[in-house]
């Protein structure tokens, strides 16, 4: 499966940007999106399951970042508000082993490019 993350931009601390992830096989797998920033290892920050009945969100997006998604369109989302200088990383989208309280990479490979994130103080 190929995943293409696009959306994001250059916005000021405090501001809020839309992802979104499209992909033709995509509602067949629970969806993560993941972040790396310049320097640090790639993290993941949501991920909601096939029918959507589990999302979850670490600790340091809860509250600011909503993931859905539309099947139909095969396409995942997440909506990221208060955005933080912190948050500024490029953003991948990919298949994820999605629980209630964690969510970890799927055995996958084709990452692609991601789409860049940058929050200004």
């Known amino acids: 499966v190929q995943l293409q993350a696009s959306g994001g931009g250059l916005v000021q601390a405090g501001g809020s940007l839309k992802l979104s992830c499209v992909s033709a096989g995509l509602k067949y797998y629970g969806i993560g999106w993941f972040r790396q920033a310049p320097g640090k290892e790639r993290e993941g920050t949501s991920c909601?399951?096939?029918?959507?009945?589990?999302?979850h969100y670490e600790d340091f997006v809860r509250g600011r970042f909503t993931i859905s998604r539309d099947n139909a369109k095969n396409t995942v989302y997440l909506e990221m508000n208060d955005l933080k200088p912190e948050d500024t990383a490029i953003y991948f989208c990919?298949?994820?082993?999605?629980?209630?309280?964690?969510?970890?990479?799927?055995?996958?490979?084709?990452w692609g490019q991601g789409t860049q994130v940058t929050v200004s103080s």
């Open positions: 909601i399951s096939t029918d959507s009945r589990i999302a």
């Open positions: 990919a298949p994820a082993i999605c629980w209630s309280d964690s969510v970890s990479e799927a055995d996958f490979d084709n």
